[in-house]
Protein backbone atom coordinates (compact mmCIF):
# COMPACT_ATOMS: atom_id res chain seq x y z
CA UNK A 1 0.00 0.00 0.00
CA UNK A 2 1.14 3.21 -1.04
CA UNK A 3 1.37 6.53 1.38
CA UNK A 4 -1.14 8.38 -0.07
CA UNK A 5 -3.40 5.00 -0.12
CA UNK A 6 -2.88 5.00 3.71
CA UNK A 7 -3.22 8.53 4.47
CA UNK A 8 -6.27 8.63 2.93
CA UNK A 9 -7.42 5.72 4.79
CA UNK A 10 -6.60 7.24 8.28
CA UNK A 11 -8.30 10.30 7.04
CA UNK A 12 -11.13 8.76 6.33
CA UNK A 13 -11.78 6.76 9.77
CA UNK A 14 -10.68 10.24 11.19
CA UNK A 15 -13.41 12.05 9.14
CA UNK A 16 -16.19 8.92 10.30
CA UNK A 17 -15.65 9.84 13.91
CA UNK A 18 -16.07 13.39 13.46
CA UNK A 19 -19.46 12.74 11.67
CA UNK A 20 -20.33 10.30 14.31
CA UNK A 21 -19.45 12.94 16.66
CA UNK A 22 -21.29 16.10 15.10
CA UNK A 23 -24.50 12.82 14.56
CA UNK A 24 -24.99 13.59 18.67
CA UNK A 25 -25.27 17.21 18.94
CA UNK A 26 -29.07 18.35 18.56
CA UNK A 27 -30.04 18.24 15.63
CA UNK A 28 -34.05 19.29 14.31
CA UNK A 29 -36.53 16.46 14.60
CA UNK A 30 -39.27 16.06 11.64
CA UNK A 31 -40.13 12.38 12.51
CA UNK A 32 -39.52 9.64 14.77
CA UNK A 33 -35.72 8.64 13.84
CA UNK A 34 -36.42 11.17 11.11
CA UNK A 35 -33.92 14.82 11.75
CA UNK A 36 -32.66 17.53 10.20
CA UNK A 37 -28.41 18.05 10.47
CA UNK A 38 -25.40 18.82 8.64
CA UNK A 39 -23.31 15.88 10.34
CA UNK A 40 -22.83 14.41 6.90
CA UNK A 41 -19.88 17.51 6.63
CA UNK A 42 -17.21 15.95 7.15
CA UNK A 43 -17.67 12.69 4.64
CA UNK A 44 -18.34 14.91 1.92
CA UNK A 45 -14.67 16.75 2.68
CA UNK A 46 -13.15 13.24 2.05
CA UNK A 47 -15.32 13.50 -1.11
CA UNK A 48 -13.91 16.55 -2.16
CA UNK A 49 -10.76 15.99 -1.39
CA UNK A 50 -10.06 12.19 -2.49
CA UNK A 51 -13.05 10.94 -4.44
CA UNK A 52 -15.54 8.25 -4.42
CA UNK A 53 -13.93 4.74 -2.91
CA UNK A 54 -12.54 7.16 -0.05
CA UNK A 55 -16.14 8.89 0.48
CA UNK A 56 -17.83 5.45 0.20
CA UNK A 57 -15.47 4.12 2.81
CA UNK A 58 -15.68 6.88 5.33
CA UNK A 59 -19.37 7.11 5.14
CA UNK A 60 -19.38 2.84 5.93
CA UNK A 61 -17.24 3.24 8.55
CA UNK A 62 -19.49 6.07 10.04
CA UNK A 63 -22.25 3.76 9.67
CA UNK A 64 -20.37 1.03 11.90
CA UNK A 65 -19.21 3.95 14.29
CA UNK A 66 -22.92 4.71 15.01
CA UNK A 67 -23.70 1.10 16.22
CA UNK A 68 -20.87 2.26 19.44
CA UNK A 69 -23.12 5.36 20.53
CA UNK A 70 -26.12 3.94 20.73
CA UNK A 71 -27.57 6.30 18.16
CA UNK A 72 -29.31 4.38 16.33
CA UNK A 73 -32.55 2.38 15.52
CA UNK A 74 -32.85 -0.95 14.70
CA UNK A 75 -36.43 -2.60 13.27
CA UNK A 76 -34.50 -5.16 11.50
CA UNK A 77 -31.74 -6.97 10.22
CA UNK A 78 -32.37 -5.57 6.63
CA UNK A 79 -33.27 -2.34 7.88
CA UNK A 80 -30.34 -1.65 9.70
CA UNK A 81 -28.14 -2.91 6.80
CA UNK A 82 -30.44 -0.44 4.17
CA UNK A 83 -30.18 2.46 6.39
CA UNK A 84 -26.47 2.51 8.54
CA UNK A 85 -24.37 0.36 6.02
CA UNK A 86 -25.74 0.96 2.73
CA UNK A 87 -27.21 4.50 3.36
CA UNK A 88 -24.40 6.03 4.72
CA UNK A 89 -21.94 4.63 2.41
CA UNK A 90 -23.89 6.22 -0.30
CA UNK A 91 -22.79 9.68 0.01
CA UNK A 92 -19.96 8.54 -1.07
CA UNK A 93 -21.53 9.07 -4.41
CA UNK A 94 -20.81 13.18 -4.09
CA UNK A 95 -16.92 11.84 -4.53
CA UNK A 96 -17.78 11.40 -8.11
CA UNK A 97 -17.39 14.86 -8.37
CA UNK A 98 -14.07 15.57 -7.32
CA UNK A 99 -12.70 15.62 -10.72
CA UNK A 100 -14.58 18.44 -11.47
CA UNK A 101 -13.67 20.38 -8.15
CA UNK A 102 -10.18 19.81 -7.85
CA UNK A 103 -10.24 21.20 -11.84
CA UNK A 104 -12.42 24.46 -10.40
CA UNK A 105 -9.86 24.89 -7.63
CA UNK A 106 -6.76 24.58 -9.78
CA UNK A 107 -8.45 26.71 -12.23
CA UNK A 108 -9.22 29.29 -9.15
CA UNK A 109 -12.56 29.73 -9.81
CA UNK A 110 -14.54 30.34 -6.47
CA UNK A 111 -18.14 30.08 -7.87
CA UNK A 112 -17.20 27.02 -10.24
CA UNK A 113 -16.00 25.64 -6.79
CA UNK A 114 -19.09 26.36 -4.67
CA UNK A 115 -21.45 25.01 -7.65
CA UNK A 116 -19.59 22.10 -7.98
CA UNK A 117 -19.97 21.55 -4.40
CA UNK A 118 -23.44 21.95 -4.16
CA UNK A 119 -24.52 19.68 -7.20
CA UNK A 120 -22.00 16.94 -4.75
CA UNK A 121 -23.87 17.64 -1.71
CA UNK A 122 -27.35 17.13 -3.54
CA UNK A 123 -26.23 13.82 -5.28
CA UNK A 124 -24.67 12.37 -1.97
CA UNK A 125 -27.14 13.48 -0.12
CA UNK A 126 -29.94 11.72 -2.82
CA UNK A 127 -27.88 8.91 -3.21
CA UNK A 128 -28.54 8.21 0.77
CA UNK A 129 -32.08 9.03 1.42
CA UNK A 130 -32.77 7.16 -1.43
CA UNK A 131 -32.13 3.94 0.86
CA UNK A 132 -33.85 5.70 3.73
CA UNK A 133 -37.10 6.38 1.90
CA UNK A 134 -37.05 2.96 0.40
CA UNK A 135 -36.62 1.45 3.94
CA UNK A 136 -39.51 4.07 5.07
CA UNK A 137 -41.96 2.78 2.79
CA UNK A 138 -40.84 -1.10 3.88
CA UNK A 139 -40.39 -0.71 7.74
CA UNK A 140 -41.84 2.75 9.00
CA UNK A 141 -45.34 2.88 7.43
CA UNK A 142 -47.00 2.15 10.63
CA UNK A 143 -45.36 5.89 12.06
CA UNK A 144 -47.42 7.11 9.13
CA UNK A 145 -50.59 9.26 9.84
CA UNK A 146 -54.06 8.21 9.73
CA UNK A 147 -54.98 8.11 5.62
CA UNK A 148 -51.70 8.48 4.72
CA UNK A 149 -49.76 5.93 2.67
CA UNK A 150 -46.67 4.65 3.40
CA UNK A 151 -45.00 5.76 0.13
CA UNK A 152 -46.29 9.18 0.55
CA UNK A 153 -45.06 9.44 4.83
CA UNK A 154 -41.62 8.27 3.72
CA UNK A 155 -41.29 10.46 0.86
CA UNK A 156 -42.35 13.35 2.57
CA UNK A 157 -40.05 12.74 5.74
CA UNK A 158 -37.57 11.70 4.17
CA UNK A 159 -36.95 14.19 0.81
CA UNK A 160 -37.56 16.97 3.73
CA UNK A 161 -34.70 15.84 5.89
CA UNK A 162 -32.51 15.22 2.84
CA UNK A 163 -33.29 18.91 1.27
CA UNK A 164 -32.93 20.46 4.48
CA UNK A 165 -29.49 18.21 4.98
CA UNK A 166 -28.55 19.07 1.75
CA UNK A 167 -29.39 22.97 2.36
CA UNK A 168 -27.29 23.23 5.90
CA UNK A 169 -24.25 20.60 4.48
CA UNK A 170 -24.14 23.05 0.94
CA UNK A 171 -23.94 26.04 3.75
CA UNK A 172 -21.78 24.82 5.69
CA UNK A 173 -19.11 23.63 3.16
CA UNK A 174 -19.44 26.37 1.14
CA UNK A 175 -18.30 28.96 3.78
CA UNK A 176 -16.06 26.57 5.15
CA UNK A 177 -14.10 25.87 2.05
CA UNK A 178 -14.45 29.84 0.67
CA UNK A 179 -12.65 30.15 3.56
CA UNK A 180 -9.88 27.86 3.34
CA UNK A 181 -9.62 25.89 0.19
CA UNK A 182 -6.52 23.76 1.36
CA UNK A 183 -9.13 21.91 2.78
CA UNK A 184 -9.96 19.91 0.04
CA UNK A 185 -6.97 20.61 -2.28
CA UNK A 186 -5.56 17.10 -2.21
CA UNK A 187 -2.06 18.92 -3.39
CA UNK A 188 -0.19 20.34 -0.53
CA UNK A 189 3.11 21.45 -0.07
CA UNK A 190 4.40 19.99 3.10
CA UNK A 191 5.54 16.54 3.57
C1 LIG B 1 -40.53 7.35 7.17
C2 LIG B 1 -39.25 6.96 7.83
N1 LIG B 1 -39.10 7.17 9.15
C3 LIG B 1 -37.90 6.87 9.72
C4 LIG B 1 -36.88 6.32 8.99
C5 LIG B 1 -35.57 5.99 9.62
N2 LIG B 1 -34.45 6.86 9.25
C6 LIG B 1 -34.64 7.92 8.39
C7 LIG B 1 -33.59 8.75 8.05
C8 LIG B 1 -32.32 8.53 8.57
C9 LIG B 1 -32.12 7.45 9.41
C10 LIG B 1 -30.73 7.19 9.92
C11 LIG B 1 -30.43 7.92 11.15
O1 LIG B 1 -30.15 9.24 10.90
C12 LIG B 1 -33.18 6.61 9.77
C13 LIG B 1 -32.99 5.44 10.70
C14 LIG B 1 -37.10 6.08 7.62
N3 LIG B 1 -36.17 5.53 6.82
N4 LIG B 1 -38.30 6.42 7.06
Known sequence: MNKLRLVAMIEAAFFAAIAMVLDLLPSIT???AVTIS???????????RWGFKVSFLSGFLWGLLQLTTGNFYFLSIIQFLIEYFIAFAFIGFA??????????LKQGSKLAVSIWIVVAVF????????????AGVV???DYAPEG?????YSFAMNGLAMLGAAVLCSIVLVILISASSRLIMKKRTAH
Open 30 to 32: IAP
Open 38 to 48: FSMVPIFIMAF
Open 95 to 104: GFFHPVIQKA
Open 123 to 134: VGSLARYFWHFI
Open 139 to 141: FWG
Open 148 to 152: MSPVM
